[in-house]
């Protein structure tokens, strides 16, 4: 590659290629030159590069963009779990307090219908405590480390207690709440009886929640 200059003090990039010519003795007769001009070669080359240069930059931007990005993401997280971790140890010592007093109310003297009253509210509170719980379980979950329980429970008395929960939700939508267990359902089974209760707590909920006035069969 050499440079060749214009008369107007311009330079030109070309290829030089220069063969010697001889005669049939072999003696030099001079030299052939092949010049190639590079110019449009050169000028691709330099904006490749400047294309190059422009890619690498916006790489090292969007790099830079999603790193920072990801860890404003990881702070968030990590300000949510230890949040809802403080506010679930908060919530929980009232809670226990509520079911202690629950708890001295049911050895009182009460009527047949405070004594009903009573027991739904200590399902009830037994029920959030279980929420609560599951609150402080929210690291493991979003590591997907959460483990079902595997332990025997009374299913029939686990839909009775859910069926009574929400009977005063019921009552107040003017819904008709059912629930009937076949007889060849099983009375103990093997699972995670909080899991279950869950379950079924959120379909009868949906379920009075978008029949008002009507029907809700368990």
Known sequence: EWNFIRKDGTRVPVQLTVTAKRGAAGELM??????????????AEAAQRRYQD??????????????????????????????????SHEIRTPMNAIL???????????????????????SASEHLLQIINDVLDLSKIEAGKLQLIEAPFDVHAAVTEVTALC?????ASGTVLEARIKDKTPTWVVGDAGRFRQVLINLIGNGIKFAPNGRVDV
Do not use: W, Y
Request: charged share 25%; aromatic share 4%; hydrophobic share 40%.
């Open 54 to 87: 422009e890619l690498e930059k916006t790489v090292h931007l969007r790099t830079a963009e999603l790193r920072s990005a990801r860890d404003a993401a990881q702070a968030a997280n990590h300000a949510k779990s230890a949040f809802l971790a403080n506010m």
């Open 167 to 171: 009977h005063l939700q019921a009552e």
């Open 100 to 122: 202690g007093f629950a708890h001295l109310l049911r050895r009182s003297p009460l009527t047949p219908q405070q004594s009903e009253r009573i027991d739904k509210l200590c």
């Open 30 to 43: 001079g030299f052939i030159g092949l010049v190639l001009d590079l110019t449009e070669r050169k000028q």
